[in-house]
C-alpha cells in the first residue's frame, strides 16, 4: 500500500516538475490577474460613458425583479432588491460579462495574431539562412561535403 503511494508520489513530482506544467501553472495567475484587469476596465473605464451616452443608464443596476406571491415589486437599485429578498435576473450585470469576454476574446486574437506573424517571419528567416554543407557524388550518389574535390567512397573528381 506504502508502496504504490510512493509510486504515486514520484510520478506526481515529476509530472509537476516539468516545464509545461509550471509554465501552464504561471499561464493561469497571469490569466487571472489580466481577467481583473478587464473587468476593471469594463466596469469603471468602458460602461460609465456607455452608459452616459445611452441616457444616464447604469448597467450594472439593469434587473429584472422576479414577481414575489405573485406581486411585482419595485426597487430603486438591484442592492435594494437584493436586500429584500427578491429573486432577480441581473441582465446589466450580464452585458457587462459580455463586453469583458469580447475584449480578452480580442486581445487574445491580436496576440495569437502577433504570435503567428513572428513564427512566420522566423520562418521565412530559416529558409533565407539554409546554405548546402553537402552535395551528391554524381557516380556513387553518396553525400559528400561541398568543398570535397574528391569522392571519398569511390575516388571520382568532383567539381
Known amino acids: 500500500m506504502f508502496e504504490r503511494l510512493k509510486r504515486y508520489g514520484e510520478e506526481f513530482k515529476t509530472f509537476a516538475m516539468r516545464g509545461n506544467v509550471i509554465d501552464m501553472a504561471v499561464g493561469i495567475i ?4 489580466f481577467g481583473k484587469i478587464i473587468d476593471s476596465l469594463v466596469k469603471d473605464i468602458i460602461m460609465p460613458p456607455l ?3 445611452l441616457g444616464k443608464v447604469d448597467f450594472s443596476n439593469l434587473y429584472i425583479a422576479m414577481p414575489n406571491h405573485g406581486k411585482f415589486m419595485h426597487y430603486d437599485s438591484l442592492q435594494n432588491a437584493q436586500a429584500a429578498g427578491a429573486v432577480t435576473i441581473n441582465y446589466g450585470l450580464f452585458i457587462n460579462t459580455l463586453i469583458s469576454f469580447l475584449i480578452v476574446a480580442f486581445a487574445v486574437f491580436l496576440l495569437i495574431k502577433a504570435i ?3 513564427t512566420s517571419l522566423r520562418a521565412e528567416d530559416c529558409k533565407k539562412e539554409k546554405v548546402a554543407t553537402t552535395k551528391e557524388c554524381p557516380y556513387c550518389y553518396s553525400t559528400v561535403d561541398i568543398r570535397a574535390t574528391k569522392c ?8
Request: glycine fraction near 12%.
Open 51 to 53: 452608459g452616459w451616452l
Open 30 to 33: 497571469i490569466g487571472a490577474a
Open 152 to 159: 571519398p567512397n569511390c575516388t571520382s573528381d568532383l567539381n
Open 116 to 118: 503567428n506573424k513572428l
